[in-house]
T-cell receptor, first 111, second 115 residues
Framework: TQLLEQSPQFLSIQEGENLTVYCNSSSVFSSLQWYRQEPGEGPVLLVTVVTGGEVKKLKRLTFQFGDARKDSSLHITAAQPGDTGLYLCAGLDNYGQNFVFGPGTRLSVLP | DSGVTQTPKHLITATGQRVTLRCSPRSGDLSVYWYQQSLDQGLQFLIQYYNGEERAKGNILERFSAQQFPDLHSELNLSSLELGDSALYFC??????????????FGPGTRLTVL
């Protein structure tokens, strides 16, 4: 069974600070996605990374897929209160069969 | 708006009862996934259907069942409900095979409260 671990589990920072959250596995994934979920709502897809070493930017968010396609990171620059939410990574295994979610990082950005 | 719809938005029922949750996928999506999310918990994958057929099964209890109909909408049936079944239930849909990334688009969820 492939597992995704996320760290930190909780993160509380002040507005304007930078932060990085991590998604790790011992398994190789053919693709990896990041979602953000706000309380009481469904997760919203932020980005998909497919190629090892790939870096994608979405405004103040930078996503990186590890060279070996076993891990990923999400870096937020100058965090804003609107960035508050649960950040979930999810991966599709190398056979395209199993799709798993990590437990998430709960981010709180204080004004 | 993801294009995935779920009804009802809220459901309150008693232990031992049976409920049905409904999901309509995005136009053109053939796959439907069901997830359970308890308070402050991650997403627990329950089951996936593709074009009417069961494709993958996760940690779905025997008291739960699902199906996908010819018009591609899906229903999740929860029976003999227990207090611990109280949770948010999400449906997601994804595009047909051929896209290797399996990007999923989530509905707004149904909040089930069992009293």
């Amino acid at each position: 069974t492939q597992l995704l671990e996320q760290s930190p589990q909780f993160l509380s920072i002040q507005e304007g600070e930078n932060l990085t959250v991590y998604c790790n596995s011992s398994s190789v994934f053919s693709s990896l996605q990041w979602y953000r979920q706000e309380p009481g709502e469904g997760p919203v897809l932020l980005v998909t990374v497919v190629t090892g070493g790939e870096v994608k930017k979405l405004k103040r968010l930078t996503f990186q897929f590890g060279d070996a396609r076993k891990d990923s990171s999400l870096h937020i620059t100058a965090a804003q209160p609107g960035d508050t939410g649960l950040y979930l990574c999810a991966g599709l295994d190398n056979y395209g069969q199993n799709f798993v979610f990590g437990p998430g990082t709960r981010l709180s950005v204080l004004p | 708006d993801s294009g995935v719809t779920q009804t009802p938005k809220h459901l309150i029922t008693a232990t031992g009862q049976r409920v049905t949750l409904r999901c309509s996928p995005r136009s053109g999506d053939l796959s439907v996934y069901w997830y359970q999310q308890s308070l402050d918990q991650g997403l627990q994958f329950l089951i996936q259907y593709y074009n009417g057929e069961e494709r993958a099964k996760g940690n779905i209890l025997e008291r739960f069942s699902a199906q996908q109909f010819p018009d591609l909408h899906s229903e999740l049936n929860l029976s003999s409900l227990e207090l611990g079944d109280s949770a948010l239930y999400f449906c997601a849909s994804s595009a047909p095979p051929g896209l290797a990334t399996n990007e999923q688009f989530f509905g707004p969820g149904t909040r089930l409260t069992v009293l």
